[in-house]
Nanobody
């Protein structure tokens, strides 16, 4: 059974940084694509970033240049480094496991989510 456990969320001031972590178990981590989604109240869920098994990453336009997704296959962990945070980044962030199909990331397992709040 696949388990994804996120950590690292919290309250940060605008312009600040946070690093989210997601520890995965129950599957062969190194062959999976991984991704981070977010959902803010009243807004549609958004794919923030995804990283393929080989390390190629893609980002939503809203976070390009500010967020970095990375993975450590030895630790079965994926990270999301978030810099220059803005109030509009406030959301619940979800770690996902998935696959890349025709160049698009599709998730099949979700973590429980971690709250990120950007506010002064």
């Amino acid at each position: 059974q696949v388990q994804l456990v996120e950590s690292g969320g919290g309250l940060v001031q605008p312009g600040g940084s946070l690093r989210l972590s997601c520890a995965a178990s129950g599957s062969i981590f190194s062959i999976n694509a991984m991704g981070w989604y977010r959902q803010a109240p009243g807004k549609q869920r958004e794919l923030v970033a995804a990283i393929a098994s080989g390390g190629r990453a893609n980002y939503a336009d809203s976070v390009k240049g500010r967020f970095t997704i990375s993975r450590d296959n030895a630790k079965n962990t994926v990270y999301l480094q978030m810099n220059s945070l803005k109030p509009e980044d406030t959301a619940v962030y979800y770690c996902t496991k998935g696959t890349v199909v025709a160049g698009n990331y599709e998730s099949d397992y979700w973590g429980q989510g971690t709250q990120v709040t950007v506010s002064s």
